[in-house]
């Protein structure tokens, strides 16, 4: 422990004078008691961990004096409080803990895959829904320190980003970029280009409607984008964009269909066990 016992036990009683908080004889391992209730030297160990001397005991008498004053409020209200009310919500509580537990135990037996078809399905009939807020691209981009050499044949190869290109690019990245990114097989925003390149929220549009390959050069660096599929902003989401939306769509109106006929059948077979009666009004 790394308070001193000294300065706790006196910081511990300063406290709390009027209740037992220290009798190791009546609980060991107790460090204070409040009403029955036992806060442990364990406990303390771990809140003061690292510290030491006057900034362990400190640290120690904080905690101990919110330990017991959350447990003095609460025997306090149950006192003085009308709690038949408080009593009604904790038990509404309750149950609605342990329903939502339940229900977190039968998801597990739900699968959590959506089909592309459901997507798709989806998809076509929200279309109007999934347009651009900002432009997506697919494509490449390298980071190369100013005056790097065989900057014309890096250009080249990015106009024609296939297999072997690709493998050309990787090899010159390697030995002189500062940075590297393939993305071909993934959208990504204008937005997220801008924090790589040196442009303008509104330059990087009127570029890419010149040029599929942008060259733009700092201080320190040169900026060799090559863009392989363009969508500008307003332009409908394309199924692979849209499904990262939609899938959750989807499996949240699974779910539901599955509780409500999870709940139906637990209804059903108290029924059947005659676990719920229902009787006629005389």
Known sequence: MEYTKTIGFIAIAAILSSCTLFNRRHHAGAAAEVNGQFLEFAELDAVTAGLTGEDSAAVAEAYIRQWATEILMYDKARDRVDNKELEELVEDYRHSLYAHAYEQHLLQRMSKEVPIALVDSFYQSHQSQYVLKD????????????????????????????????????????????????????????????????????????????????????????????????????????????????????????????????????????????????????
């Open 135 to 282: 432009g997506i691209v697919k494509g490449l981009l390298v980071i190369v320190p100013n005056g790097a050499p065989e900057m014309e044949k890096l250009k080249k190869y990015m106009q024609e980003p296939d297999e072997k290109n690709i493998e050309h690019i990787e090899k010159f990245a390697y030995r002189y970029a500062s940075g590297y990114e393939l993305f071909t097989d993934e959208w990504r925003t204008f937005n997220q280009l801008l924090v790589w390149m040196p442009m303008g929220k509104n330059d990087l549009p009127k570029l890419l409607k010149q040029n599929r390959q942008i060259v733009l050069a700092d201080s320190v660096s040169t900026y060799v984008l090559q863009v392989t599929d363009l969508l500008q902003a307003g332009e409908p989401m394309p199924l692979e964009y849209a499904k990262e939306e939609i899938e959750p769509i989807l499996l949240r109106e699974r779910t539901n269909v599955f509780l409500q006929e999870e709940r139906r059948k637990i209804y059903d077979d108290a029924v059947r066990f005659k676990k719920v009666r229902i009787y006629e009004d005389k």
